[in-house]
């Protein structure tokens, strides 16, 4: 009997072994293909292919997370192995380094060794860091029972269940009459802090792996030949002005709806495209050339980065620009694709955590004091001391939270993300959020699906 059971066991394992093989053959024959079944050689380039595969790949396990609960195994297992097999990849794009060798007669001699990537060896292992950090934080919400959600077809629960922003088929979390206890109250704030702290870095990574994107010539043409054109005259004079500020500036804009938002965008991008192309210019009499002095261009160019930054991260769920959906359709560099791919989705989910986070900690805030809903009850001095004081929590940088040591990079290819110019610089602006900016909209790439799919998918 004993023997009986033991070649079960063995049968299944092979047979599992066996579905893992044809899952793998399946989707890397369809890499290779480029998406092209009929084998005609009419497919995407082996990039956008792979872009395509992690972005698809996320939607199908993460859906749109409609609760804060964990992951079920089965999912987090398929997503492990399968963002590991379109990750591996990356271990074998390589660049040449030098590398001193000793010879057998003593003599010392410098060689070309092969050596992953730099960019990949710097962010792949971040990448991967702060997708475990994601799942770690819903993996901590295993057998809580201080909220729960309110079922759509419970009708004594309709009031609480109505909410008051458009996300209306998003499940409405419910807690006690008396609030979350302290310690979770405090768990959870601290979760989203750390979600917040992943969100900033995958959102640093991902903007500076399409700035190193280069733009197409596709887009390029369809420019109009000055920023005036780009932006309209309303706009060209708040950023040419002057004095410029930020917070005016947004006050004077239509921020009502997502596509005016992403229209603005557009706008934007597509002008400091254009100062750029003209700022290097060479030749005067360019179609590109115009009577506006280089430092004046220079900085109308600054002022546009800023308010891309403030966009960026007062809506940081808004769909793709025409510009990022151009470099990511026309890029032929697979390393490129899959950082970009791969932050993005992190990115995205890191932002869904943290609304569903934000849901539940509001539940509590209309528990704790029923005629102002609106205003959420903030942490008590006691609660903050106690989430402060292990290591001085409000100061944590995102290092602190991963767990980073300088020990797990090579020496000459470490590159300290907490030092990291892009990261600072990001960091440093989008502090300057304009207050006058309110919106009760929040929007993620997964809750709408539309927003997440590849770039082909979505055209």
């Known amino acids: 009997m004993a023997g009986f059971k033991s070649r079960l066991a063995n049968d299944s394992t092979v047979t599992s072994s066996r579905s893992d093989m044809e899952l793998m053959k399946e989707k890397f024959s369809k890499l290779l293909l480029g998406e092209d079944m009929s084998g005609g050689g009419k497919g995407v380039s082996s990039a956008l292919a792979l872009s395509n595969a992690i972005t698809n790949l996320a939607a199908s396990v993460f859906g749109e997370m409609k609760r804060l609960e964990p992951m079920p195994a089965e999912r987090k297992a398929k997503w492990r192995k399968e963002i590991g097999w379109l990750l591996s990849v990356t271990d074998h794009i390589v660049e ?59 009708e004594s629960q309709e009031e609480t269940n109505s909410r008051k922003d458009d996300k209306w088929w998003i499940p409405t979390p419910k807690v006690h009459p008396s609030g979350l206890s302290d310690p979770m109250r405090i768990w959870l704030q601290f979760q989203k802090d750390s979600v917040i702290q992943v969100h900033k870095a995958s959102m640093a990574i991902n903007a500076q792996v399409l700035s190193e994107m280069e733009i197409p010539e596709s887009y390029i043409e369809s420019l109009p030949k000055n920023g005036r054109a780009s932006l309209g005259d309303s706009i060209y004079k708040s950023i040419t002005d002057e004095y410029f500020d930020p917070d005016y500036f947004f006050t004077t804009m239509d921020m009502s709806s997502e596509h005016k938002i992403l229209d603005l965008k557009d706008r934007i991008e597509a002008s400091v495209v254009i100062w750029k192309r003209k700022m290097n210019a060479k030749d005067g009499k360019s179609s590109w050339g115009s009577t506006i002095s280089f430092e004046k261009r220079e900085m109308f160019e600054e002022r ?3 308010i891309l930054l403030i966009l960026k991260q007062r809506f940081p769920g808004i769909p793709q620009s025409k510009l990022d959906i151009s470099k990511i359709q026309y890029n032929k560099d697979v390393g490129q694709a899959i950082l970009e791919s791969y932050s993005r989705i992190i990115e995205s989910r890191a932002f869904t955590i943290m609304s569903r986070i934000e849901d539940v900690l509001q539940a509590d805030a209309i528990a704790q004091n029923p005629s102002n809903g609106e205003v959420k009850r903030p942490l008590s001095d006691k609660e903050v001391g106690k989430l402060n004081s292990a290591e001085n929590g409000a100061s944590l940088t995102l290092l602190d939270f991963i767990g980073w040591t300088p020990d797990q990079e090579d020496n000459n290819t470490k590159k300290d993300l907490k030092e990291d110019p892009t990261y600072k610089d990001i960091n440093a602006k989008i502090k300057c959020n304009p207050s006058s900016i309110v919106t009760n909209k929040r929007f993620s790439y997964l809750e709408n699906l539309g927003m997440c799919r590849s770039p082909t998918a979505r055209h």
Request: a negative charge.
């Open 96 to 154: 040449f380094v030098p590398c001193r060798q000793v010879s057998k007669a003593g003599t010392n001699m410098e060689v070309m060794v092969t050596k992953q990537r730099s960019d990949l060896q710097m962010n792949i292992p971040a990448l991967r860091k702060l997708d475990a950090m994601l799942i770690d934080c819903l993996d901590g919400l295993n057998d809580q029972s201080e909220f729960s959600y309110v079922s759509k077809d419970d």
């Open 304 to 306: 546009a980065e800023v």
